[in-house]
């Protein structure tokens, strides 16, 4: 099985910034995609970026320009740059990985922008 322990959640200031980072664990063989996805109250959970092994990525819509996605593939790890961060940011955001095949998903951490 492969665990997923996210951090770097918490409250930031619109036009802040805040790091997510996931570590992931386990009996790793190969991990494909590795990603990011949120959900705030009342709505879908959405896609907010994705890398995959050759360093190719994608970015939802409404974070293209102040996000950035990155692994360290020697360390089992992916962050979440987020830059000029607006209210409507605020989500709990879980962490996503596939390996051999399967869908991980972290615990989730909470980030929350204010005005």
């Known amino acids: 099985q492969v665990q997923l322990v996210e951090s770097g959640g918490g409250l930031v200031q619109a036009g802040g910034s805040l790091r997510l980072s996931c570590a992931a664990s386990?009996?790793?063989?190969?991990?494909?995609?590795m990603g990011w996805y949120r959900q705030a109250p009342g709505k879908q959970r959405e896609l907010v970026a994705v890398?995959?092994?050759?360093?190719?990525?994608n970015y939802g819509d409404s974070v293209k320009g102040r996000f950035t996605i990155s692994r360290d593939n020697a360390k089992n790890m992916v962050y979440l740059q987020m830059n000029s961060l607006k209210p409507e940011d605020t989500a709990v955001y879980y962490c996503?990985?596939?390996?051999?095949?399967?869908?991980?998903w972290g615990q989730g951490t909470q980030v929350t922008v204010s005005s």
């Open positions: 996503n990985v596939i390996h051999v095949g399967y869908n991980y």
């Open positions: 890398i995959f092994s050759g360093g190719i990525t």
């Open positions: 386990g009996s790793i063989i190969s991990i494909g995609a």
